[in-house]
T-cell receptor, first 116, second 113 residues
Framework: DQQVKQNSPSLSVQEGRISILNCDYT??????FLWYKKYPAEGPTFLIS?????DKNEDGRFTVFLNKSAKHLSLHIVPSQPGDSAVYFC???????????????FGTGTRLKVLA | KAGVTQTPRYLIKTRGQQVTLSCSPI?????VSWYQQTPGQGLQFLFE???????NKGNFPGRFSGRQFSNSRSEMNVSTLELGDSALYLC????????????FGPGTRLTVT
């Protein structure tokens, strides 16, 4: 049961244009969402996050939008640069469990290629 | 500050063998989580350790186990390896128990033949 889904395995965008990466989730109990970027032979690196009480968070060229009614998350990169070419994972954090811990659920990733 | 280190980076084993992977978290971080990454499955949570105690566990069989030492270093063990265990195993460290931002290591690429 994939609670966090990234339905597009790959995306190609021209340099300078907008990249939009999408993520859908099924569990209403997620309280925090994150995006990670992963280059080959490296571990994922944190990019940007958003709390479930917000609908937008912006950091430079990166903006994350959250639509709770649609259970949909998107990452916008404007303008896209060739160095943005990587695999992007969205992740959702469960609310604190009875044991006092959290758990992160990751999507399957979208490979973004920015064409020069 | 040094990042998360994982050893070895690459490993080839045969079916039925066992393997131990190691993870050294960022200095001062007490939480270590392990993930399995396979094509089409994304990152799947294995378990989390905090202060030498397993705090959280994913849906993996008992062949997958782990432990954490007093210096926060963690090991993951997989026994009776199967072909399907071939994957990139990532560990992530954080200061707290999952509520804090996670920092990932480069991973160990395990190939089971």
């Amino acid at each position: 049961d994939q609670q966090v889904k990234q339905n597009s395995p790959s995306l190609s965008v021209q340099e300078g244009r907008i990249s939009i990466l999408n993520c859908d989730y099924t569990n209403s109990m997620f309280d925090y969402f994150l995006w990670y970027k992963k280059y080959p032979a490296e571990g994922p690196t944190f990019l940007i996050s958003i709390s479930s009480i917000k609908d937008k968070n912006e950091d430079g060229r990166f903006t994350v939008f959250l639509n709770k009614s649609a259970k949909h998350l998107s990452l916008h990169i404007v303008p896209s640069q060739p160095g943005d070419s990587a695999v992007y994972f969205c992740a959702a954090r469960t609310l604190r469990t009875t044991s006092g811990t959290y758990k992160y659920i990751f999507g399957t990733g979208t490979r973004l290629k920015v064409l020069a | 500050k040094a990042g998360v280190t994982q050893t070895p980076r690459y490993l080839i084993k045969t079916r039925g063998q066992q393997v131990t992977l190691s993870c050294s978290p960022i200095s001062g971080h007490r939480s270590v989580s392990w993930y399995q990454q396979t094509p089409g499955q994304g990152l799947q949570f294995l378990f989390e350790y905090f202060s030498e105690t397993q705090r959280n566990k994913g849906n993996f069989p008992g062949r997958f186990s782990g432990r954490q030492f007093s210096n926060s270093r963690s090991e993951m063990n997989v026994s009776t390896l199967e072909l399907g265990d071939s994957a990139l195993y990532l560990c992530a460290s954080s200061a707290g128990t999952g509520g804090s931002e996670q920092y990932f290591g480069p991973g160990t690429r395990l190939t089971v033949t």
